[in-house]
């Protein structure tokens, strides 16, 4: 988007600049932060916990459309935050064979209500609806969350992080210009305008797990590291009822996580 044309601006006017990620989509390639998506995930995870009240009062089965085009970040991250049973993404193949058969167990144990996060690149989340009053039997309801997602006062976080950004690329622009300053493994990184725009972006988590069993246990150490309670205390987050989507097959990953998340 927008990199790309400050990459033919430049070629053709030769102008110079400093560049600083930002987007809620948080799909800048080489790039783990971008300003905008920590404010987007809390608006989120507001909208998910107000919908969670009806969902659980009324028994129904909530389908909310999260946005980030292509890229899942926002749908995947606001799951795990909010404890949903579903969530898919563009980055990950959907198995809903194997989701519908833990969905009506855990109805039977007395399951009265789900909350499924689908990202907007993915186009069904109407469909999704329609899966869970045909095949799970819950009456649903969709909600798109929309430009609110744009909005909103900005996070402590999210000031202080563009504060970095801001600094690093103003220490820099005299010194070492015509950069874009990317947060990448905990630090501040500066990188040429091409390599960004020649890059594509990649979700690590999914490509990851899919890759072989030994990264997935790799990644399996990493998520208990960042997520101990969050994944493993709460019976209902999205990882006991995900993982299984990834791979119909028995991998280690989804087996250690069913078995942990119980």
């Known amino acids: 988007?927008?990199?790309?044309?400050?990459?033919?601006?430049?070629?053709?006017?030769?102008?110079?600049?400093?560049?600083?990620?930002?987007?809620i989509d948080n799909d800048i390639p080489l790039n783990e932060y971008t300003i905008g998506v920590d404010t987007a995930l809390n608006v989120i995870r507001h909208a998910i916990d107000n919908i969670r009240d009806t969902a659980s009062?009324?028994?129904?089965?909530?389908?909310?459309?999260?946005?980030?085009?292509?890229?899942?970040?926002?749908?995947?991250t606001s799951a795990v935050a909010n404890g949903a049973e579903m969530c898919l993404i563009p980055?990950?193949?959907?198995?809903?064979?194997?989701?519908?058969?833990?969905f009506i167990e855990e109805v039977k144990r007395g399951r009265r209500y789900f909350i499924a996060i689908v990202a907007e690149g993915l186009k069904i989340s109407e469909y999704i609806k329609e899966w869970f009053e045909r095949e799970i039997g819950f009456e649903s309801?969709?909600?798109?969350?929309?430009?609110?997602?744009?909005?909103g006062s900005p996070t402590v976080i999210e000031?202080?992080?563009?504060?970095?950004?801001?600094?690093?690329?103003?220490?820099?622009?005299?010194?070492?210009?015509?950069?874009?300053?990317?947060?990448?493994?905990?630090?501040?990184?500066?990188?040429?305008?091409?390599?960004?725009?020649?890059s594509k972006y990649e979700l690590a988590i999914a490509e990851e797990i899919m890759q072989d069993?030994?990264?997935?246990?790799?990644?399996?150490?990493?998520?208990?590291?960042?997520?101990?309670?969050?994944?493993?205390?709460?019976?209902?987050?999205?990882?006991?009822?995900?993982?299984t989507r990834i791979d119909a097959s028995e991998?280690?990953?989804k087996d250690e996580i069913i078995t942990l998340a119980k």
Request: net charge positive; aromatic share 12%.
């Open 91 to 102: 980055e990950i193949k959907n198995n809903l064979d194997n989701l519908k058969k833990r």
């Open 159 to 198: 000031r202080l992080r563009a504060a970095e950004f801001i600094k690093t690329a103003l220490d820099n622009i005299q010194k070492n210009p015509n950069k874009i300053v990317t947060y990448y493994d905990d630090r501040f990184i500066l990188r040429d305008l091409k390599e960004i725009v020649n």
């Open 57 to 76: 009062s009324f028994n129904r089965a909530f389908v909310i459309e999260t946005m980030g085009r292509e890229c899942g970040y926002l749908a995947l």
């Open 141 to 151: 309801r969709v909600t798109i969350l929309g430009h609110i997602q744009r909005g």
């Open 251 to 253: 991998t280690l990953f």
């Open 213 to 243: 069993d030994i990264k997935a246990k790799w990644m399996l150490d990493g998520i208990k590291m960042l997520f101990p309670k969050t994944i493993y205390i709460d019976p209902d987050v999205i990882f006991k009822g995900e993982v």
């Open 1 to 23: 988007g927008s990199f790309r044309a400050l990459d033919v601006f430049y070629d053709e006017f030769k102008m110079p600049f400093m560049g600083i990620p930002a987007t």
